[in-house]
């Protein structure tokens, strides 16, 4: 197996003829919220991350943040303008995806349709020239591990998409590389398959010896499978950490509102303070007084009293007797708590409220037009700067 080391790399697209003329003439090419140089479209830039042998990395971001790119650079399907690509201490800049011992996983299955699902799980060891006995050995261990040993002799268009994605990861796995790619595999299912088929690849990673690079769009897919989460935006990493880590710590605006679902709260109308040397927010009517942990971070980085963006989750807001005062719009029922759209200081916010162990009479009393209060503990707080949009505490 393998670990990876990625340094500084680098994707620019050139410009097309048409876009080349418009640069000349000073006007502005395609519009992107990616950097445009006079090489091109910078569509990746300054990437760099060390991946242990065997871990589990997924690239997560909205479309456009270059998280398949990268993959792409990876698997040799794209050249890499610049930096540095290790698997191992081999440097594979310049080196064919044939020859770099990885599989990928793509999004559209990528199967033949004319072979059988025994067939094309066999195509690449059959390339290789693998002695048959082996070919037959290593297919039927991957269609096990994968459970599609009674679909063996079907082909791909008798196949429901979890069955195809499966043929796919089997295709994959049967070659032992030392690095398995996977680019938005489950995108194509829906959501009951999604959960199904999240749950196989965290048993897959179990039972096989590679290292996994998985790049999603969907953070719960991140959150669930990664044994650490890297988050980008506009060709630039936001911030690598563990899914904990990013969840309990983001380091910015941008992905302490990209990761959680429903989004975190932000108030922008907050003030942190010192009050007989702690620290404390002020929200409306609301003061609030910060955890010891946040108290030696802030502390730690010597941070003044200022105007911030004061970012909550919905599941840390509770509805107490006194507290800031809101007006409930929308009252989504979703079994185990119910989701509130609330109007308040001018602004939605959205509350998780468990209804555990509530009455159905107070259940009910939060339905559209009421009135209610609420309030967050100070261990819950996110503080980010108004100018930098950077999480105080980093």
């Given at each position: 197996m393998a670990s990876l080391t990625l340094k500084n790399i680098k994707k620019v697209y050139p410009f097309n003829g048409d876009d080349a003329k418009k640069k000349k003439k000073g006007e502005p090419a395609k519009k992107t919220n990616l950097q445009?140089?006079?090489e091109g479209v910078v569509a990746v830039q300054e990437f760099n991350l060390d991946i242990a042998d065997k871990e589990f990395i997924v690239l997560v971001g909205p479309?456009?943040?270059g998280k398949s790119t990268t993959l792409r650079m990876i698997a040799g399907l794209e050249e890499i303008s610049g930096g540095e690509l290790y698997i191992g201490d081999r440097l594979v800049n310049d080196v064919a995806p044939k020859?770099?011992?990885?599989?990928?996983v793509f999004q559209n299955y990528a199967l033949y349709p004319h072979m059988t699902v025994y067939e094309n799980i066999a195509f690449a060891l059959k390339l290789r020239k693998t002695p048959k006995d082996e070919i037959d050995r290593k297919v039927k261990e991957a269609a096990e591990i994968l459970d599609i040993t009674q679909?063996?002799?079907?082909?791909?268009?008798?196949?429901s998409g979890g069955q195809r994605q499966r043929v796919a990861i089997g295709r994959a796995i049967v070659r032992e590389p030392k690095v398995l790619l996977m680019d938005e595999p489950l995108s194509n299912l829906d959501a009951k398959l999604r959960n199904q088929m999240r749950a196989e690849i965290i048993k897959l990673r179990e039972r096989i010896n590679t290292t996994f690079i998985y790049v999603t769009h969907d953070q719960t897919e991140a959150m669930t499978l990664g044994d650490r989460i890297v988050i980008m935006k506009d060709g630039f990493i936001q911030q690598i950490g563990t899914p904990q880590e990013v969840f309990n710590h983001p380091y910015n605006l941008?992905?302490?509102?990209?990761?959680g679902t429903p989004q975190m709260n932000m108030f922008d109308n907050a003030k942190l303070v010192k009050e007989n040397g702690k620290y404390a927010v002020k929200l409306d009517c609301l003061t609030v007084e910060l955890s010891e942990d946040k108290q030696a971070a802030l502390a730690k980085n010597?941070?003044?009293e200022q105007d911030v963006v004061l970012g909550v989750r919905p599941e840390h807001i509770t509805l107490e007797q006194s507290g800031i005062d809101g007006k409930v719009d929308v009252s989504e029922m979703m079994g185990s708590s119910v989701h509130l759209h609330v109007t308040s200081m001018g602004r939605d916010v959205v509350m998780v409220v468990s209804t555990?162990?509530?009455s159905a009479a107070e259940v009910g009393a939060l339905s559209n037009g009421s009135a209610v209060k609420y309030n967050f503990p100070g261990h819950v707080c996110h503080l980010f700067s108004k100018e930098t949009g950077i999480n105080l505490e980093a």
């Open positions: 445009v140089t006079d479309s456009g943040c020859d770099r011992d990885i599989a990928m679909y063996l002799g079907r082909k791909p268009k008798a196949l941008f992905v302490a509102t990209f990761i010597n941070v003044a555990m162990n509530m």
